[in-house]
């Protein structure tokens, strides 16, 4: 079936360490893939997303390539600030009418000033 | 902008109470969705609804009803809490159901069943 894996939380860094926050998905088809960001006490919003192979998906100095040979979209950021302490929820979308969302179980960032 | 509004924010039932989470939103959205995310779970869908007068099940609808009576409104009915529902409950919509439309999610419902 349609499931989504992403790296095991919780991740402490450093202002303006390097992040990468990693996603495999098994999937039937061409899923689009997501990222959706949570702050604390909110809903999640949608930080970025990729439609088909080789996209990269970017917003707010996040990217994420889809890798359709290595089933993956991998969260990266160059500088992570205070700010961007957060969870991070990999998804796909597996298609249809429907349009349902599959999540991983997030990760969860904190960024140490 | 209100976007997707969700009430009550929290509540605690007792076990065998029956509630109401209530969600609208004002962007004329055509699919509406309800999400419990639990510690270590993620997101897992309850019920979507792809229009007026359409619902369908997701992963996890057992112990819960919808009704989609107009655009705007999709309430989620507990008929009879259990502890097991203990959960957080986001409400989320799109301008149509499909593999890139954006979810709006609510800012969520934190239920406790004691």
């Known amino acids: 079936g349609n499931s989504v894996t992403q790296m095991e939380g919780p991740v402490t860094l450093s202002e303006e360490a390097f992040l990468t926050i990693n996603c495999t998905y098994t999937?039937?088809?061409?899923?689009?893939l997501f990222w959706y960001v949570q702050y604390p006490g909110e809903g999640l919003q949608l930080l970025l997303k990729?439609?088909?192979?080789?996209d990269k998906g970017s917003n707010k100095g996040f990217e994420a390539t889809y890798r359709k040979e290595t089933t993956s979209f991998h969260l990266e950021k160059g500088s992570v600030q205070v700010s961007d302490s957060a969870v991070y929820f990999c998804?796909?979308?597996?298609?249809?009418?429907?349009?349902?969302?599959?999540f991983g179980k997030g990760t969860k960032l904190s960024v140490k000033p | 902008n209100a976007g997707v509004t969700q009430t009550p924010k929290f509540q605690v039932l007792k076990t065998g109470q029956s509630m109401t989470l209530q969600c609208a939103q004002d962007m004329n959205h055509e699919y509406m969705s309800w999400y419990r995310q639990d510690p270590g779970m993620g997101l897992r869908l309850i019920h979507y609804?792809?229009?007026?007068?359409?619902?369908d099940q997701g992963e996890v609808p057992n112990g819960y009803n919808v009704s989609r009576s107009t655009t705007e409104d999709f309430p989620l009915r507990l008929l009879s809490a259990a502890p097991s529902q203990t959960s957080v409950y986001f409400c989320?919509?799109?301008?149509?159901?499909?593999?890139?439309?954006?979810?709006?999610f609510g800012s969520g419902t934190q239920l406790s069943v004691l």
């Open positions: 999937a039937t088809g061409y899923p689009s």
């Open positions: 609804s792809v229009g007026a007068g359409i619902t």
């Open positions: 990729a439609t088909k192979a080789d």
């Open positions: 998804a796909l979308n597996y298609g249809g009418s429907q349009g349902n969302l599959i």
């Open positions: 989320a919509s799109s301008y149509a159901p499909g593999v890139n439309e954006k979810l709006f």
